[in-house]
């Protein structure tokens, strides 16, 4: 066992009659013998338990703007505290944090930071949030939980940036302590999830629906387009419909462009047409918000009044411009905009700012 290794009691497991156990966080239910990891490589059984290997551990903390995780309508222009762990458990052959999500190397998690650091280093920094990004917040769910808790005592936003890959057994603690989330709906066929990323579309569509159904969690989807696997017209039209049936109008959807990567290096980039095509299909379906993301594209990444068009958020890249939202409402003719916002934006701009938490003690 690495030397540097933190052992944390994990939840969501219970033992099978052959004498191995079941980890229940994820749709995977890997089946352990004493040693053995899941295929997240960050939750193991030790003995009698599971326990999760990476708790107070980082790869890195930066401030970020909050559009970045992408959310739009989160409280625009402010900043975030961003981190990730190691693991995932999804194998993307895209991953384009695949240097953290994959590694096996604990001596890359360089950060130790118990939660109530963390949450007091957001308040430090003036950050609105914290965001579990970078991989996968589900595997690392207990460490996420108890920093979303100490940043709560602090009046410090959560946010998940997650695939959504979680058990229905896990899924309604994890996303109690959650304020906001952006779901990465990779693809809309099974044979893309099997394919590329080794695993399963319904409990990602499940995620989606008890967030919209069952939580205040607000929450927008990202889906990276891949030429020729996930970019055609039949599946745009049918995700766009299934978004507009089952979660409405009004969650924000972010078609961003794909870039050679991982185990994906023969893939040509995104065109920037595929996604005006993409977003131009979903606003046709009746979707409110839909963005572009990963090129400089203004209107895509602008948010529009759905009533009367007015501009709202003016962004370019991750700079805000007009901003004409009193609260939630259109300054010009008072319609409603889903989110959370407030009278004025944040100033961050799109800086990203490394920090080092042991200095700002």
């Not at 994820?26 to 997240?40: F, S, V």
Request: with cysteine; hydrophobic share 35%; proline share 5%.
């Amino acid at each position: 066992m690495n030397e540097h290794q933190t052992n944390f009691p994990g939840r969501w497991w219970h033992k099978l009659e052959d004498g191995r156990i079941q980890c229940d966080l994820c749709p995977r239910y890997c089946q352990l013998k004493d040693g053995q990891r899941g295929l997240c490589f960050v939750r193991q059984r030790v003995g009698p338990e599971v326990v999760l290997t990476t708790y107070g551990r980082s790869s890195g903390f930066c401030i970020d703007p909050i559009e970045k995780k992408p959310l739009n309508h989160f409280y625009p222009g402010t900043s975030v505290l961003s981190f990730g762990t190691a693991g995932c458990n999804l194998a993307c052959k895209f991953c384009q944090n695949w240097d953290i999500s994959k590694s096996r190397e604990f001596d890359r998690l360089t950060d130790e930071a118990s939660p109530m650091e963390i949450a007091q280093a957001a308040k430090k920094l003036g950050c609105r949030s914290v965001a579990f990004t970078y991989n996968d917040p589900v595997i690392f769910a207990e460490y996420a939980i108890d920093i979303a808790q100490a940043c709560h005592e602090l009046d410090v936003f959560s946010v998940a940036v997650t695939a959504g890959y979680i058990t229905d057994l896990a899924r309604p603690e994890f996303y109690e302590h959650m304020d906001a989330a952006n779901v990465d709906l990779k693809a809309f066929t099974e044979k893309f999830y099997n394919k590329i990323c080794a695993g399963h579309l319904e409990p990602v569509l499940d995620t989606l629906k008890y967030l919209k159904h069952k939580t205040d969690v607000w929450f927008e989807i990202t889906t990276l387009l891949i030429p020729g696997e996930n970019d055609s017209v039949k599946e745009i039209h049918e995700m766009s419909e299934w978004i507009m049936t089952e979660l409405g109008p009004d969650v924000p959807l972010h078609f961003t462009a794909f870039h050679p990567d991982f185990r994906m290096m023969e893939h040509p980039n995104t065109p920037p047409a595929t996604l005006t095509r993409a977003r131009s299909i979903a606003l046709g379906k009746g979707l409110r918000y839909v963005y572009t993301g990963n090129v400089h594209d203004p209107e895509g990444g602008s948010t529009k009044c759905y009533a009367c068009g007015q501009l709202l958020v003016e962004r370019d890249w991750y700079e805000l411009g007009e901003y004409h939202l009193e609260n939630n409402l259109c300054s010009k003719c008072h319609a409603s905009c889903a989110g959370r916002f407030d009278t004025h934006p944040g100033n961050w701009g799109a800086r990203r700012q490394t920090v080092v938490l042991k200095h700002l003690s």
